[in-house]
Nanobody, 124 residues
């Protein structure tokens, strides 16, 4: 099981960027997927998560600016970032809390999977 993130890059304050994360492997279903971020000297923090049923949870600093659409059939989660601020500069990590595989079944999900980080830089 792997999570592969893409997107990110450089944007000006007030601009927009998008991230995508695709899960691969012998996957039957995925519970919650989402994004966390970490900037130098700070702890990793929640950006947003979404369950398979579409229930979302956003970090307080991104509410109203970021959205997290998900495509269950493609095992993909996106992050649309609008009205970016310099404080959004960080490495963004894709996350899945429980991945149910065709080999592990319902009782042995893969827990706490992380993708490689992707850099988002917002200039003022």
């Amino acid at each position: 099981v792997q999570l592969q993130a893409s997107g990110g890059g450089l944007a000006q304050a007030g601009g927009s960027l998008g991230l995508s994360c695709v899960a691969s492997g012998s996957i039957f279903s995925i519970n919650a997927m989402g994004w966390y971020r970490q900037s130098p000297g700070k702890q990793r923090e929640l950006v947003a998560t979404i369950t398979g049923a579409g229930k979302t949870n956003y970090g307080s600093s991104v509410k109203g600016r970021f959205t997290i659409p998900r495509e269950n059939s493609k095992k993909t989660v996106h992050l649309q970032m609008d009205n970016l601020k310099p404080d959004d500069t960080a490495v963004y990590y894709c996350y899945a809390d429980r991945i149910f595989t065709t080999t592990g079944g319902a009782f042995a999900p893969v827990l706490d999977s992380w993708g490689q980080g992707t850099q988002v830089t917002v200039s003022s």
